[in-house]
């Protein structure tokens, strides 16, 4: 059974990207713009993994992934961020982030990245 992503980001471009990169090897279960529909879409597909933007309007990032890792345990959020925003990522690790991937997405960086927390 293919591992099932959610793809949180507010740039249409950023989310066709990161959906091109991922058909195929997994199973796209939503994408959202913004983090308040990155937690209520996590709650109606129960994903293997969310690929989170940090910056989002409405609630960011990180605070939608506090939500949806205090609340569920073994989820499992990888974070998708500029180059420079070295202390968003300490904040969003310390919010339950695994992992991240730094744009522009390269397909072997963004699928290391999703093994690294997703078990094969």
């Known amino acids: 059974m293919p591992t099932r992503v959610l793809i949180a980001d507010d740039s249409e471009f950023m989310r066709s990207l990161l959906r091109e990169i ?8 939503g994408e959202a713009e913004n ?30 992934t506090s939500e949806i890792t205090s609340s569920n345990d ?20 310390k919010a339950g982030a695994q992992g991240y991937i730094t744009k522009p997405f390269q397909k072997p960086n963004v699928l290391d990245a999703i093994n690294d927390v997703v078990p094969a």
């Open 22 to 29: 991922l058909e195929g090897e997994f199973e796209i279960v």
């Open 74 to 93: 073994d989820a499992s959020v990888i974070m998708c961020t500029s180059v420079g925003q070295e202390e968003k990522m300490k904040a969003a690790i």
């Open 35 to 64: 983090g308040v529909e990155a937690v209520d879409m996590y709650g109606e597909h129960e994903p293997d993994i969310v690929m989170m933007d940090i910056v989002m309007p409405i609630r960011d990032g990180i605070e939608a």
